[in-house]
Structures are given as C-alpha cells and as structure tokens.
C-alpha cells in the first residue's frame, strides 16, 4: 500500500496495491501494521459505518468537538469529492483543507485525523462510502461548517447547489465554528 502525505501532512492518501485479470480483482483495504507505519502512531478504530447517497448529496462538514473522530475512509461504489479541514487551532494549516477524489475504480482512501472536520459530495449517480472511526458517535459533540464558507473557500467541483441535510443546511461559518485548541 503506497502512502502519501496531502499539502496538510497529517492527512494521509492510501492506494492499495490491486491484483487484477479477467476473474476480477483483489486487494487488501486495510493493514494495521503498514496504517500505523505511515501514520506514525497507535491507532485503534472503533466504528465502521456505511452511508449510500445519490448524486450531488453534500454530507458535511462534520467533526465531533468532543470525542473526536479520525476517520478512514473510502468509496465502494460510485464516486466522491472528500475533503478534510483542519480545525486546530495551534496548527501551521489551521483553516486550509485538502479534497480528493475517491471512487470504486480508483480504491483510494483517506485518512482524517482527529481535529478535522470532513465531508463529501457524490459525483456519480450513487455512491457508497465506508468508513472506519477512532471514536464512536456522540450527536451532542456534532458540530457542522458550511460546506460554502467564504473562508475556507473549498472548491467542491459541482455545478449545482448540493443537496444538503436540514442539519447542514443550518451549520455555521467557520469564523464561528467551536475549533480545536
């Protein structure tokens, strides 16, 4: 599996070796041992958890304040934009975000760490999304950011206004958003 560092360091892009013929493929989507080689620490997950959303769903940006989560995560069917923002506020990349496309064809996945905020928009028609967290689900923690937020300035590549949850729809600016410290 071949680990790259994104422009924030802490977020890590994971492409598996994928074994392939006319049969099908194999590969192998998570590996303790290499994930805590390229992290750099122990890390253990708690959760996994399966979403499925149609095309131009915008689900984010979340973080839990509390309880923070670091997630895996990954696209079984279909395609994504991900992205992760950085809400630490002692960080050098404080308010900067990195954004990936992860999709079935291409088996990339991401990692989040805790002290980020993350969301996705769907590209394809459907998409699947699989992830795994370091912490499990606390909805009193859940905070959410505009997906749009001027500061941020996230270049989400859709032509349209996404569809969004009446909890995002109501999320706050980034400027007063409940950060890090």
């Known amino acids: 599996m071949n680990a ?3 422009a924030i360091p802490d977020v890590i892009l994971f492409e598996p070796k994928v074994f ?5 493929f194999f590969f192998e989507s998570f590996n303790q041992k290499q994930f805590e080689a390229a ?3 122990s890390v253990s997950f708690v959760q996994d958890n399966h979403s499925r959303s149609a095309r131009n769903v915008l689900r984010g940006l979340h973080y839990q304040i509390q309880q923070p989560q670091g997630k895996l995560v990954r696209v079984s069917q279909g395609e ?9 506020r002692y960080s050098p990349t ?5 954004g990936e496309i992860l999709s079935a064809e291409n088996k ?8 980020f905020g993350h969301g996705f928009v769907v590209l394809s028609d459907t998409a699947e999304f699989l992830y795994k967290t370091t912490d499990y689900y606390a909805p009193e923690h859940e ?14 590549p859709i032509q349209d206004d996404p569809i969004l949850s009446a909890k995002d ?3 706050v600016a980034f400027t007063q958003a409940e950060v890090f410290e």
């Open 4 to 6: 790259t560092r994104l």
């Open 20 to 24: 392939g013929d006319d049969r099908g």
């Open 39 to 41: 992290v750099g620490r």
């Open 80 to 88: 994504v934009f991900d992205v992760a923002v950085d809400l630490r």
């Open 94 to 98: 404080f308010g900067h975000w990195v």
């Open 108 to 115: 990339k996945q991401l990692w989040v760490p805790e002290g």
């Open 143 to 156: 905070r959410s950011i505009m997906w749009n937020d001027s500061t941020l300035g996230v270049k989400w």
């Open 169 to 171: 729809a109501k999320a």
